[in-house]
């Protein structure tokens, strides 16, 4: 539905010399993000792994304009980022439902927020409601549901105004495995079917992994690209191919880059 | 099962109470205007209901509270909403508010009924000012009480304040003002009742004073039947618009403030 509009580059994100640095109250102030360079392309699913502390919720909350950068540039779709758009996505680590409303009404608060026609956009939230299994849930409140199905109604929600751009903060970090490995099956088929493009941030290195495109690593204070790896799995990827070669030998290449790093410290 | 079982021990321990009350009171001989037995307190209910002036009372007192009530309610529900929002209300008004909760709202009856005189109009302001600091305590409490987060995905949506408030804020602070609603209901009772001892011409406060003025303990002891009845079931009237409103929290509202 939604025409790619991409930069001068051809890329839907682009983060140049990008910095944050947090004043503390006292004493030296606090590097969260040091010259990040990278773009992602239109329709690519790009993954972001980093320990804790390295920056990549600060980064994802400069890119959902909710916070405000310290130096360098950030463009979305062409556009620099000054504030909260309407053309992006956005799930949190945990799934932020209202609790007073229905899976169909909360996957319908942007719409409602944003002026939309709630009634045209309601067969689309339907649809998405259904994609991701929860059409029997549609009047159903988020206290009768499990987390996995909740984080689903939230997935649900950052889909439903249809944006050019997925942004997920380490969305399924707080599911158990099973559910996890679940959820990211469901996302790849979302994705590969909305072909929106995803900036997905989390610490599990094989969840990047399975799901990018490309893996950006990320080091600690400061928070830095250390390495960017091309996964060229073939997709749509199952979970044997976690236990498949090229996949370790991805996992481990990466986790020696984070070693490495933590090493450094 | 288990629940009729509570509702028939409740029953049994009601019942023994007050046969041994009965008996008791005969037995030990003890005269009746220190303490009636209960068979003349009921009579006394039941001749003061069908025929008496304890129903016209009953409705004065019942008028003052529920009148009392919403308008301390509505006026602190208000007031609250504009100290959470204004930055600037709050700065002029909320260590007064603060201030004046400290005092003893039932201390300043008297001074109400010599301003509003000793109609109805003082009792209502006794009952208002009471009901007044819960909500305006809880409103301020549950509108501060929203979770990061969902301002977070209110701004990331682009949301207007207004929206946030509607959509996100005051939903939240649902609980939060019927655990303020429940307890300011039983104060409003209160705040009625004294307004009535200090000074009035009607209501079941009056009808208690007078019913001490010419001994009638009997007539002292229907009134509190009929207070107790009263405060119990507006208190559940809240109680249930309460949980059908927050219907998604199953637990029962906390008292966070009073």
Known sequence: MTAPETGASGSLIQARALGRVYQAQRGEPVVALHDLNFEVADGEFVSVVGPSGCGKSTLLNILAGLLGKTSGEVFLRGTPVDGPRRDIGLVFQGPVLLPWRTVLQNALLPIEVQGLDVDKYRLRARELIKMVGLAQFEDKYPFELSGGMQQRNSIVRALVHDPAILLMDEPFGALDAMTREQMNLLLQKIWMEARKTVLFITHSIAEAVFLGDRV???????????QTVTVDLPRPRDLDVMTGPEFGDLVRSIRRHLDAQQGLD | ???????????????????????????????????????????????????????????????????????????????????????????????????????PKVATAPLVVIWFGYGFESKIVIASLVAFFPLLVNVILGLRSVERDQLALMRSLTASRWQTFRMVQLPNALPAIFAGLEVAIVLSVVGAIVGEFVGAKAGLGYFILFSNAIVDTPGMFAAFIILAVIGSILNQIVKAVGRRVVFWRKQDLVVSAS
């Not at chain 2, 046969?19 to 068979?39: D, M, R």
């Not at chain 2, 001749?47 to 016209?56: I, K, V």
């Open chain 1, 216 to 226: 950006i690593v990320m080091s600690p204070r400061p928070g830095r690209i250390v």
């Open chain 2, 1 to 103: 099962m288990r629940r009729a079982r509570r509702i028939f021990l409740t029953l049994a321990v009601l019942a023994a109470a007050l046969l041994s009350w009965e008996f008791g009171v005969g037995f030990f001989k003890i005269p009746a205007f220190l303490l009636p037995p209960p068979s003349r307190i009921l009579f006394r209910l039941y001749d003061g209901l069908a025929g008496g002036s304890l129903l016209e009372h009953t409705s004065v007192t019942l008028q003052e509270i529920l009148v009392g009530y919403v308008l301390g309610c509505s006026i602190g529900i208000g007031l609250g909403v504009l100290i959470s929002q204004f930055r600037l209300v709050e700065d002029l008004l909320y260590p007064y508010v603060i201030a004046l909760n400290s005092v």
